[in-house]
C-alpha cells in the first residue's frame, strides 16, 4: 500500500482585535481557500490576551465557526478550533 502524501500546511490568515465586519471579510477569503479543496481542514485559532475576559477567545472561535457553517456552508467536520 503505498504511503500517503505529506500534509501541507499554510497559514491563510492572522488578524488581531478587529471589528466583526472586517472579520467576517477574512472569514469570507478563508471560506474561499476551503472550498477549494474538498479534502481541506481549516483551523481557527483564538488567543484573546492576557487582559481579555475569561471566555472570550472561544467566543470569538465559536462565532468563526458559526459564521463560516451558517453562510459558506463549510460543514463541522472541516473545521477545528483552538482556544488560548
Known amino acids: 500500500m503505498p504511503a500517503s502524501p505529506p500534509t501541507t500546511l499554510r497559514k491563510i490568515d492572522e ?4 471589528t466583526f465586519a472586517d472579520e467576517k471579510a477574512r472569514l469570507d477569503n478563508f471560506a474561499i481557500e476551503l472550498q477549494r479543496d474538498a479534502e481541506s481542514m481549516g483551523h481557527i485559532i483564538a488567543y484573546s490576551g492576557r487582559l481579555a ?5 472561544q467566543a470569538r ?3 468563526a ?5 451558517e453562510k459558506h456552508g463549510i460543514t ?3 473545521i477545528d478550533s483552538l482556544t488560548f
Open 76 to 78: 463541522d467536520r472541516c
Open 15 to 18: 488578524y488581531g482585535n478587529i
Open 65 to 69: 465557526k458559526k459564521y463560516l457553517m
Open 53 to 57: 475576559c475569561p471566555g472570550e477567545a
Open 61 to 63: 472561535a465559536v462565532r
